[in-house]
């Protein structure tokens, strides 16, 4: 096998290439959504005497992986982009099969911590590949086609985890990670050449000054909020939807399918912008997108003011998976286009600063606003507004 990737530019992607794209940073998605359902029992498992405790299955997983990911850009670019995804999907197996045996919530913990770090290699190292492969609208419409498969996860995983729970129990779903990690591992090793052309030398001072020479570019900046506003709106809906629709609409058990339907949505609009966006530009689907956004949850905001209700809500929230489907391929190739020799640390203080910061700004709104379909739709209309703010401030592709 080649050991050496196509130059930048020759070629589009390849159906292959996509598939095993979106396989990979599916890690993520996969190893937070299966497991939903599975909460209630790991809690009386593992934690009898505080059956809540099960929830930090996921607390550990996330810092892991927000932690690391940091970490795993610029081994990146030090190392190659092969042997750090490898590494990662091998640790993501490991992972899951702790969490799979575990026979403590403790020793459950440190597996999910493991599965956090592995899986920062893959979701970050497939960014990292693309823009070795590709630059400005074609690496935006590449990165769409991959969000389009990768939208569907989200949606999809909790139904697949409580299928495979109710015909096999909770540890069946653990089962499943190292299998996955398996299949991703065993198909880059065969598939995907290492595309890292220049390595960049990696110690602690270089980590830091790599990081903020990303910071200082306004470009990078933009794309970051960009989609870190879009990112809270969403992520409000991840943490607040299932208080609202179980006590302001009284159908709480209908909200994984609901999420599902929605992030269909969000496949479709990922589809729409990759055939679009060499034509017309990352810049302007961005303005456009978030104009479109604003409108409809202005609108589903009013309906929700003169007694709609549920309608309103629900346009909302299919609004917000749909205007992710504009931005995350665009913003991503906008924050990237002028760091080709820094892909790995680029993607890595990308998707940190953006997750992280969305993070502290949705977790606070079912806090503050228990069940208020009004509170969560106004914080979406507004993250939204910054959005576009950020987009108007770029420089047209």
Not at 247 to 274: K, Q
Request: include cysteine.
């Amino acid at each position: 096998m080649s050991v050496t990737s196509p130059a930048l530019g020759e070629e589009r992607a390849s159906l292959r290439f996509i598939a095993l794209s979106a396989f990979l940073v599916s890690t993520v998605a996969l190893g937070i959504d299966m497991m939903l359902a599975s909460l209630p029992e790991i809690g009386v498992a593992l934690s009898p005497a505080d059956p809540a405790r099960a929830t930090l299955v996921m607390g550990s997983f996330f810092i892991a992986l927000g932690v690391s990911t940091l970490f795993v850009g610029p081994l990146l670019d030090a190392l190659g982009r092969r042997p750090v995804i490898l590494g990662g999907l091998g640790l993501y197996m490991l992972g899951g099969f702790v969490s799979w045996t575990a026979p403590t919530l403790e020793v459950m913990l440190a597996g999910r911590a493991l599965m956090g770090v592995g899986a920062a290699a893959p979701r970050i190292g497939v960014q990292a590949i693309i823009r070795d492969r590709f630059e400005g609208r074609k690496m935006a419409a590449t990165v769409s086609l991959v969000m389009m498969i990768f939208t569907l996860v989200p949606g999809i995983a909790p139904l697949l985890g409580a299928w495979i729970e109710a015909l096999l129990g909770w540890r069946a779903v653990f089962a499943v990670f190292p299998i996955f990690g398996a299949v991703g591992l065993i198909w880059f090793a065969l598939q995907q050449p290492e595309t890292l052309r220049t390595r960049r030398p990696f110690s602690p001072r270089s980590w830091g000054a790599q990081i903020m020479a990303c910071l200082r570019l306004p470009v990078f900046r933009r794309a970051a909020a960009i989609q870190l506003f879009v990112f809270a709106s969403l992520y409000g809906f991840l943490t607040a939807g299932p208080a609202i629709f179980t006590e302001r609409f009284g159908i709480g058990d209908l909200y994984h399918y609901l999420f599902g339907a929605a992030s269909i949505t969000g496949a479709f609009a990922s589809f729409v912008n990759a055939r679009l966006v060499e034509r017309l530009g990352m810049v302007r689907l961005l303005r456009a997108s978030l104009v479109a956004y604003g409108l409809v949850v202005g609108l589903s905001l009013l309906g929700l003011v003169v007694g709609l209700g549920l309608p309103a809500f629900f346009v909302a929230m299919f609004s917000g998976f749909f205007v992710l489907g504009f931005v995350i391929g665009n913003a991503q190739a906008l924050g990237l286009q002028p760091l080709p020799d820094a892909a790995g640390t680029g993607s890595a203080t990308l998707q940190a600063v953006s997750t992280l910061g969305a993070g502290a700004l949705a977790i606070p709104i079912p806090l503050l606003f228990t069940g208020s379909a009004e509170a969560m739709v106004t914080a979406q209309l507004l993250f939204g507004a910054v959005a576009l703010w950020s987009a108007l401030l770029l420089t047209p592709d």
